[in-house]
């Protein structure tokens, strides 16, 4: 008889950024559609925020 073939990982699994379950190839990096979902609402909502610099008043040299 032949042996069962295992599936070939080429990446480590690694958990869901929502609830730390096992993400899933389907929904990577996420577990589910719901947690990603979840995801997209914060960012939607303005939950997740990237860091900016304010220029503030700017000197210039025009006259």
């Not at 599936?7 to 958990?15: A, E, F, K, N, V």
């Amino acid at each position: 008889m032949t042996e069962a073939k295992k599936p070939i990982h080429l990446r480590q699994p690694t958990s869901c950024p929502i609830c730390a379950k096992t993400s899933r190839q389907k929904y990577h990096p996420f577990c589910s559609g719901h947690c990603a979902n979840v995801d997209l609402n914060r960012w939607l909502s303005g939950h997740y925020r990237m860091p900016t610099e304010e220029e503030g008043d700017v000197e210039t040299d025009d006259q």
